[in-house]
Structures are given as C-alpha cells and as structure tokens.
C-alpha cells in the first residue's frame, strides 16, 4: 500500500528486497546469459554492489582449498569476500572459458574497459 510511513519524508527512495517470485523470474531470465546470471548471483547471493562486481579482475579471485574468495584492496583495508557455492561455481565456469590476464576486468565492454552496470531490477520483473 502507499500509506506513508511516519517521520520520513516524502521524497525519501525506500528500497526493498525482492520477493523469492521476482528472484525466480530474473534467474530464469538470465540462464541463458552466463554473465548476466554471474552479476545476478554475485549480486544476489554475495551481496556485492555494482561497484563491487564490475571491479573484479581476475587477480582478485583468490583459490583457497574448498573456498573462492575476493580480495579487494583500498589504501586502508584490505575485505576478502567468501562466495557461497553457487557463485564459486558460476565465477570458475565463467573464468575457465575465457582467457585473460591477472588484470584484465572479469566483466568488460568491447574496448575491453570495464562495464558500467546498473542492478535495476525493476525493469526485468
């Protein structure tokens, strides 16, 4: 309903997850789009943000025993990021079947710069 919550503005953007119903309907969507499912899970299952996933580069997919991890670095932290084991297995797939460099972003466009995505799923639903 459009009832207004107390004490918050009215032009205040209140976000919300998605239901199990519209999650289905993105993945099913994106299965036959191996990237798009990658974001989606990345984005979904290891709450990464946009930012986050389009600055993936392979160097940072750190192999350890059972687990995947990310390593992101700032000038004043380093955060490792476990995937769960659906996107472990997605991130191995996608990278296995496309060579690149330590580098290279994982997700780029053809001037192999790397994409600017937007999460929207609102559109998609």
């Known amino acids: 309903?459009?009832?207004?919550?107390?004490y918050i503005n009215s032009n205040t953007n209140i976000s919300r997850i998605p239901s199990l119903k519209e999650m289905?309907?993105?993945?099913?969507?994106?299965?036959?789009?191996?990237?798009?499912?990658?974001?989606?899970?990345?984005?979904?299952?290891?709450?990464?943000?946009?930012?986050?996933?389009?600055?993936?580069?392979?160097?940072?997919?750190?192999?350890?025993?059972?687990?995947?991890?990310?390593?992101?670095?700032?000038k004043t932290e380093e955060k490792l990021v476990s995937l769960?084991?659906?996107?472990?297995?997605?991130?191995l797939c996608f990278l296995a079947t496309r060579p690149m460099e330590p580098e290279e972003y994982i997700f780029k466009n053809?001037?192999?710069q790397p994409n600017q995505i937007s999460i929207c799923i609102i559109f998609l639903i």
């Open 1 to 6: 309903s459009n009832t207004p919550l107390p």
């Open 24 to 74: 289905d309907k993105l993945f099913t969507t994106a299965k036959d789009d191996e990237q798009f499912c990658l974001i989606l899970t990345l984005a979904s299952r290891a709450a990464l943000s946009a930012t986050e996933i389009v600055s993936i580069k392979k160097k940072m997919v750190i192999i350890a025993k059972d687990n995947v991890l990310l390593r992101y670095n700032s």
């Open 84 to 91: 769960p084991e659906d996107a472990k297995r997605k991130i």
């Open 110 to 112: 053809t001037k192999k």
